[in-house]
């Protein structure tokens, strides 16, 4: 075993199903399964946090340092965009977030998104390059696809998609 983490293999199964079926329709046995979850069963920061706890520095910290950090660099970001709305509790959630069946939230919410991100090309100056964006929440699908698409239009204008 390693870290605590259980090691599957072929001998261990309790049933035996003879193939997963992946989306792209690759064909993987029940073992190379359990070898993949291994594989990626790793801990990570959680992202419902800005900065992720990692990089919490209270002594270091300062606005100017953050300015800084975030004007100086020509690196890609990865964006993370928290949409906070529930119609539901799901149980298990430890994520930031209000239930609510009014959609009439989403306008709003995405207008404040938007100002947000218009205050950050402020302040960094030049075009924004993006790798990845993320939704969560909450859960993005409570947001309806035409307003989904004002906000990821609204993000992407004037940056540089790599």
Known sequence: MRNNRTKYDKNHLHHKP????????????????????????????????????????????????????????????????????????????????????????????????LREWELYNKVIGAKIKISEIHLGGGTPSFFKPENLKILIEGILDGTEVN
Do not use: M
């Open 18 to 113: 003879k193939f997963l079926v992946l989306l792209n329709k690759t064909r993987i046995s029940p073992l190379e399964n359990y070898q993949l979850i291994d594989k990626y069963n790793t801990a990570g920061p959680r992202y419902t946090s800005y900065p992720t706890v990692p990089d919490w520095d209270l002594e270091q910290f300062s606005p100017e340092k953050y300015l800084n950090g975030i004007r100086n660099t020509d690196k890609s970001i990865s964006l993370y965009i928290h949409l906070p709305y529930c119609e539901s509790l799901c149980t298990f959630c430890a994520c930031h977030k209000h239930i609510t069946k009014n959609h009439g939230v989403e306008e709003s919410y995405i207008e404040a998104l």
